[in-house]
C-alpha cells in the first residue's frame, strides 16, 4: 500500500517534533562557505545535556554521507556540521529520528565573544602580576632591608606597569567615558585608587621608602576583573542560547516568477507584487494576500487564538503564521521590513523606554559611595596636613585609605551572587539575560499572562476519547496520522498499539478533513459539516456544524471533542505566585470563552479577552502607572511589545524569536513552575546581594577608621581586602542550599508527569 | 643575594611562560566549550590503541 510508509515516517516526525523541518534550500542558505566546496551549518540543539548526547549525536551525523564532521558544543548547545557537495545531507532529520529537535540559526559573522576574550587574559595578566608582586612583598614584608629592598620594589614597579596597562585598561577607559558624560561609576575610585596607589609607590622606591602599594593596586584589579568576568560569562551564556533558537521566522521563500521559473528568495529580497509558493508546514514569511489554494492556518502566535483558521483565495495573511494543511499561493502585499513582525518590533522598541530608567543596585550603591570614598580620603588628606604639616605622610595615609575602602568587596557582591543563581536557574533550565534582570523580578508584585502558549500549550487535547468506541477512535488516529492539522496531532496519540490500518487512499482536503478509501467505503475525518454528508446536522449535538466528527460512508460514527491542553503545571505554578503575594491576571487574543475556560481550570480572577498587541501593551502600562511592578510571562507574537514593557518577563523556549529576546528570562522546560522558582531564586538572591553589600559597608565602617588614623601597613590592607572578599564569596554561596531543595521540587514534577504522559501515550 | 640577581628573572620567565601559554589555549578556543570537554572525558572511543 503506497500510502501507509510515508503515513508511518509522517506520524515518527510529529512525534518527535513539533516543529516543521527546514527545508534543504533554506539549510544551504543558512549554512556558511569555508572555501574549497566545504560548508558548515551551526544547527542550535536545546536538549543536549550529556556525554551520551554528544557521543550520540557526532556518530550519528558522522555516518552521514558527504558530512566531514560534526562537533558538539555543550556551553552552547550547538552542533556544526561541516559537509561537502551539492546535496545537503539531511541531518536534521537524522537529529529528529534521535529524538532531538534542531533549529536553524545564522551565525553572526563576528561571531567570537571578544570581550569575553579579553577579559579572560585580562584576568590571566593581573593574576599573575599579582602572584609575582606579592612573592616580593612578602620578602619586604618580612624584614628585607636596604638595597634588596629597592631592588624587589623596582622589579615590582616593572611587573605592575604592563599589568596596569593592559588589565587596568579596562577600568579606565570605562571611568573616563563615565566621567565625559557626567557620570560616576564604580570604576572611577577604581582607577584613581590604582594610579594614585602605582603613582606613590612609585615615588616612595625612587627615594628609597620603606613601604610601596605595588601589590595593593594589583591584587586589587585582579578581584575587580573576576568579578567583573563572572558577570559577562553568565549574561553572555544565556544570550547566546536565546539567540540560538530561532526557529519560528521564515527564512526565505520559493517566489515564481512571471515566465514560471521558481526561485529561494531569503526574506530580505522579497518584494510586494511577488508570487510565493508555500508549502504546507511553511511558515508565511511576508504578508500577502492568497491568490490560490485553501488551507488551515495556525496563527496562535501571530494573534493568539488557538484554533486553526480556514483560508481562502482573496483572504489576506500575516506574516509570521503557519500554513498547516494545503499548499498555497500568496501574493505579497508587503516587504519583510514593512511586515506584521516588524511592526511588532517596531513597538516593541518604544515600548522599551521603561526598562532602560532601571539602575542596577551595583549602579545604584556605587553612585552613592564613590563621592563618599574621595571625600574621606581627601578629607584625611586635608586633616593630616593640618595636624602634621608632612604633606608625604598625609598622602600616604589618603591612599591607604583609598585603597581600604576601594569597592573590592562590593565589586564582588552583586555578580558573585547573581553568577551563582544564574548557574542553579540554568541547571532547572530557566536562562537568565542579565544580573538586572533577577533584581527587577525580585521586586514584581503583579503577573499578567498570556494564555495561548503560555498558561496552556497551545496544542489541543481530546477530551472525550473515553466515551469514543476504541476501534473507531484507532482508525480517526491513523487516518490523522496523514495530517499537520493540530487537531490531527493531538489525534496521533491513541492510534491501535498493533500498527496502521490499511488504507486504500488517503487525501487531504486543505480546510475541511481526511478523506480516506478502505474496501470500498469511505471514511472523512474533520469538519462536521463536510464529513457528515448524510447526517442530519442542523444544531445537533454539542458543537452543532463545526465539530470535528468521524464518518464511514457519510454517517457519523464518532465525534471529537478537543480543548487546549493547559501547560504542565499551571495551577500549581499560579498558587505558588498567589503564596507568593504576586496577584495575577490573564491577557489574551482569544476568546472570551475560551480565556473564561482557562481560568476557571487555574482559579484566575482577573481577565481580559479578545485585545490586540497594542491592547496589551496598554494594559501593562497602565498597572505600571499605578505603581505595579508587572511581570509578564508571554510568548507570542503578540506578546512582544507587552514583554518588552514589563518591568520584567519571561517567555518559554517555545515562544518567536523576538519573543524569546524581548523577555529576560527564558525557560526550556514544559513546566510552568519556572516561574515562581525564578522569582523565588531571584528573591533569595536580592536578599544576599543586600547583605553582602551591608558586609562590604560594615568592612568599611571598621576599615576606614584605623586607615584615616595611619594605622594600616600595606599587610593590613592586603589581608583585610582579601578578607572582605572572601567573605563576600563565602556568603554567595549560601544560595546553593536555596536551589538544591528548590530544583529537586522542580525536577520531581518533571520526572512524574513525564512518567505520566508515557504512561498515557502507551 | 647575587643569587636573586638570576633567581627573579628565572621565576619570572617560567611565570610569563606560564602566562603565554594560558593565552595561547584562550586563542586556540580551548575554553570554548567548557561543559562539552567536561563530558568528553566519559566518551569511549571504539579506536583502540596501536601495537
Given at each position: 500500500?503506497?500510502c ?28 556558511r562557505s ?20 554528544i557521543q ?14 560534526a ?8 552542533v ?14 537524522a537529529?529528529g ?23 579572560i ?5 593581573a ?18 632591608e ?12 616593572l ?43 612609585l ?33 553572555e551564556?544565556?544570550?547566546?542560547a536565546?539567540?540560538?533558537?530561532s ?7 520559493m ?7 521558481r ?16 508549502a504546507a508546514?511553511?511558515r ?16 496562535s502566535?501571530?494573534s ?14 500575516q ?14 502585499t ?10 511588532m ?14 539602575r ?36 600616604t595615609?589618603?591612599?591607604?585609605v ?8 562590593l565589586?564582588l557582591?552583586?555578580p ?25 523580578l ?9 494564555k495561548?502558549g ?35 496531532k ?18 487531504e ?5 481526511i ?26 449535538g ?30 500549581a ?18 476568546t472570551?470563552?475560551a ?10 480572577d ?19 502607572k499605578?505603581g ?32 524569546r ?16 522558582l525564578?522569582?523565588g ?5 536580592g ?12 568592612y568599611n ?47 520531581q514534577?518533571?520526572r ?5 504522559y ?5 | ?6 633567581l ?16 595561547w ?27
Open positions: 500500500m503506497s501507509c510508509a510515508p503515513g508511518a515516517e509522517m506520524a515518527l516526525d510529529l512525534n518527535g517534533a513539533t516543529s516543521v523541518l527546514p527545508s534543504s534550500q533554506e539549510i544551504r542558505l543558512a549554512s569555508l572555501g574549497d566546496d566545504l560548508r558548515q551549518t551551526d544547527l542550535s540543539v536545546p536538549t543536549v545535556h550529556c556525554a551520551a548526547c550520540t549525536i557526532e556518530a550519528a551525523l558522522g555516518k552521514l554521507d558527504h558530512v566531514e564532521s562537533r558538539v558544543n555543550l556551553s552552547t548547545k550547538r556544526a556540521v561541516r559537509w561537502r557537495g551539492d546535496e545537503v545531507p539531511p541531518f536534521v532529520a537529529l529520528r534521535l529524538g532531538y529537535e534542531a533549529h536553524l540559526f545564522t551565525p553572526e559573522v563576528d561571531d567570537k565573544d571578544k570581550t569575553l576574550a579579553e577579559l587574559r585580562a584576568v590571566a595578566v593574576g599573575f602580576a599579582a602572584g609575582n608582586i606579592m612573592l616580593l612583598s612578602v620578602s619586604v614584608w618580612s624584614g628585607a636596604g638595597a634588596t629592598r629597592d631592588l624587589f620594589h623596582w622589579v615590582s614597579a611587573i605592575a606597569i604592563p599589568a596596569l596597562a593592559f588589565a587596568g585598561g579596562i577600568f579606565f577607559r570605562s571611568a573616563w567615558n563615565a566621567l565625559r558624560h557626567g557620570r560616576m561609576n564604580m570604576d572611577v575610585p577604581i582607577a584613581v585608587g590604582v594610579s594614585l596607589a602605582y603613582a606613590m609607590s615615588y616612595e622606591t625612587i627615594n628609597h621608602g620603606d613601604h610601596a602599594y605595588f601589590d595593593a593596586s594589583v591584587s586589587l584589579l585582579f578581584f575587580l576583573l573576576i568579578g567583573r568576568t563572572l558577570d559577562h560569562v553568565m549574561r551564556r544565556a544570550r547566546t536565546v539567540k540560538g533558537l526557529q519560528m521566522a521564515a527564512r526565505g521563500a517566489v515564481m516568477r512571471g515566465d514560471g521559473a526561485d529561494y528568495l531569503p526574506v530580505g529580497e522579497i518584494e510586494p507584487g511577488m508570487r510565493l509558493l508555500i508546514g511553511e508565511i514569511p511576508v504578508d500577502g494576500k492568497i491568490i490560490q489554494g485553501t488551507s488551515d492556518l495556525d496563527c502566535l501571530a493568539g487564538e488557538s484554533t486553526p483558521k480556514n483560508v481562502a483565495p482573496g483572504e489576506a495573511v506574516a509570521g503564521v503557519l500554513n498547516l494543511t494545503g499548499p498555497l499561493t500568496i501574493q505579497a508587503a516587504a519583510a521590513k514593512d511586515s506584521f513582525l516588524a511592526e518590533v517596531r513597538l516593541m522598541e518604544s515600548a522599551e523606554g521603561g526598562r532602560a530608567h532601571y542596577r543596585i551595583a549602579d545604584r550603591v556605587s553612585a552613592l559611595y564613590a563621592p563618599l570614598v574621595h571625600l574621606t580620603a581627601f578629607v584625611t588628606f586635608l586633616g593630616w596636613m593640618a595636624a602634621t604639616g608632612d604633606w608625604h605622610r598625609a598622602m595615609i589618603a591612599i591607604a583609598l585603597i581600604i575602602t576601594c569597592p573590592c568587596a565589586g557582591a552583586v558573585i551572587v547573581q553568577v551563582v543563581a544564574a548557574r542553579r536557574l540554568f541547571e532547572s533550565g530557566i536562562m537568565v539575560k542579565d544580573g538586572s534582570a533577577m533584581e527587577r525580585a521586586a514584581i508584585d503583579t503577573a499578567v499572562f498570556d495561548t503560555t498558561l496552556t500549550l497551545g496544542q489541543p487535547r481530546l477530551v472525550n476519547a473515553d466515551s469514543i468506541d476504541p476501534g473507531m477512535l484507532a482508525i480517526a488516529a491513523d487516518m490523522a496520522a496523514h495530517s499537520r492539522h493540530p487537531f490531527s493531538a489525534m496521533t496519540g491513541f492510534a491501535a498499539p498493533g500498527g496502521q490500518h490499511k488504507f486504500d487512499a488517503v487525501t482536503h486543505p480546510g475541511f478533513g478523506e480516506a478509501t478502505v474496501a470500498g467505503s469511505t471514511w472523512r475525518l474533520g469538519r462536521r459539516g463536510w464529513a457528515g454528508w448524510k447526517a442530519r446536522t442542523g444544531g445537533e454539542k458543537h452543532g456544524y463545526g465539530g470535528t466528527a468521524l464518518t464511514k460512508d457519510g454517517f457519523i460514527v464518532a465525534t471529537f471533542d478537543f480543548e487546549n491542553a493547559l501547560r504542565a503545571d499551571a495551577a505554578a499560579i498558587k505558588r505566585l498567589n503564596d507568593a503575594g504576586v496577584s495575577m491576571q490573564m491577557l489574551s487574543g482569544d472570551a470563552a480565556c473564561a475556560e482557562v481560568a476557571k481550570l487555574l482559579d484566575i482577573d481577565f481580559v479577552p479578545c485585545l490586540l498587541p497594542s491592547g496589551k501593551l496598554e494594559r501593562i502600562e497602565t498597572l505600571a499605578v505595579h511592578k508587572v511581570l509578564m510571562v508571554g510568548d507570542g507574537l503578540n506578546d512582544t511589545p507587552a514583554l518588552s514593557a514589563a518591568h520584567v518577563s519571561i517567555a518559554p523556549a517555545t515562544a518567536v524569536d523576538i519573543g529576546n524581548a523577555a529576560d528570562f527564558v525557560f526550556l522546560r514544559e513546566s510552568l513552575l519556572a516561574v515562581p525564578a522569582l531564586v531571584s528573591r533569595k538572591a536578599n544576599l546581594i543586600r547583605q553582602n553589600i551591608a558586609i562590604a559597608i560594615v565602617a571598621v576599615a576606614v577608621p584605623i586607615a584615616i588614623l595611619g594605622h594600616v601597613t600595606p599587610l593590613i590592607a592586603a589581608i583585610a581586602m582579601s578578607a572582605s572578599s572572601l567573605l563576600v564569596i563565602g556568603n554567595a554561596l549560601r544560595l546553593h542550599g536555596f536551589m538544591a531543595n528548590a530544583t529537586v521540587q522542580v525536577i514534577k518533571v512524574r508527569s513525564a512518567v505520566g508515557s504512561a498515557q501515550s502507551s | 643575594m647575587t643569587t636573586l640577581l638570576y627573579i628573572p628565572v621565576a619570572l620567565f617560567l611565570g610569563a611562560l606560564g602566562l603565554s601559554g594560558f593565552v589555549a584562550l586563542r586556540s578556543g580551548q575554553y570554548e566549550d567548557l561543559d562539552g570537554a567536561a563530558e568528553r572525558i566519559l566518551i569511549d572511543r571504539d579506536d583502540k590503541p596501536g601495537r
